[in-house]
């Protein structure tokens, strides 16, 4: 069910554009710019135009999604970095936050990049929403529910931790 309405939204070239715009919110980066290869069709990378706001925690992000991953090796950084790029442009009032990185870290070893984009777009716009942003209102709201759901089934266990002084949202907050 997370793709249903994927193919309907999917718009030819948007992810190339995104990758390619150049507006004035946005500073060259000296990573990528980004350049279709006639030989085979795939984005080559220089220079990438990214939002400063975004630029620095998504540079600090890249290594921590799934350190180590041979699929995730500087290719496979470059191809996240152009992702988690896209999607902040895609959806300027979200930008990047953390954990994006994660989602789609993902689904690039699931998945060819620009359907992954596709995917993290779906997923985001569609489920998460509220989700990721500075505030995170939408992830806080669901910590505090569960807390009550364990304090309601696991009343032994609330108390252990509130013992220990661990806040339950400490622990799922990752998940």
């Given at each position: 069910?997370?793709?249903?309405?994927?193919?309907?939204?999917?718009?030819?070239?948007?992810?190339?554009?995104?990758?390619?715009?150049?507006?004035?919110?946005?500073?060259?980066?000296?990573?990528?710019?980004?350049?279709?290869?006639d030989n085979d069709g795939k984005i080559n990378a220089e220079l990438i135009h990214v939002p400063e706001k975004w630029k620095g925690q998504i540079e600090k992000d890249l290594p921590r999604a799934f350190p180590g991953h041979p699929a995730l090796d500087e290719d496979g950084?470059?191809?996240?970095r152009r992702l988690l790029t896209a999607y902040a442009r895609h959806n300027p009032s979200v930008g990047y936050c953390q954990a994006m990185n994660f989602f789609a870290g993902l689904l690039l070893l699931l998945m060819p990049e620009e359907n992954a984009f596709w995917t993290l777009m779906g997923i985001l716009d569609d489920y998460f929403d509220g989700?990721?942003?500075?505030?995170?209102?939408?992830?806080?709201?669901?910590?505090?529910?569960?807390?009550?759901?364990?304090?309601?089934?696991?009343?032994?266990?609330?108390?252990?931790?509130?013992?220990?002084?661990?806040q339950v949202a400490w622990v799922t907050g990752p998940w």
């Open positions: 069910q997370a793709f249903v309405g994927v193919k309907a939204r999917r718009v030819d070239k948007y992810y190339q554009n995104l990758l390619a715009s150049n507006g004035d919110s946005e500073i060259k980066s000296n990573h990528q710019n980004l350049q279709l290869d950084r470059n191809a996240l989700y990721f942003s500075e505030d995170m209102i939408e992830s806080q709201v669901d910590q505090l529910v569960f807390e009550e759901l364990v304090r309601e089934r696991f009343p032994k266990l609330a108390n252990h931790l509130d013992y220990l002084g661990v």
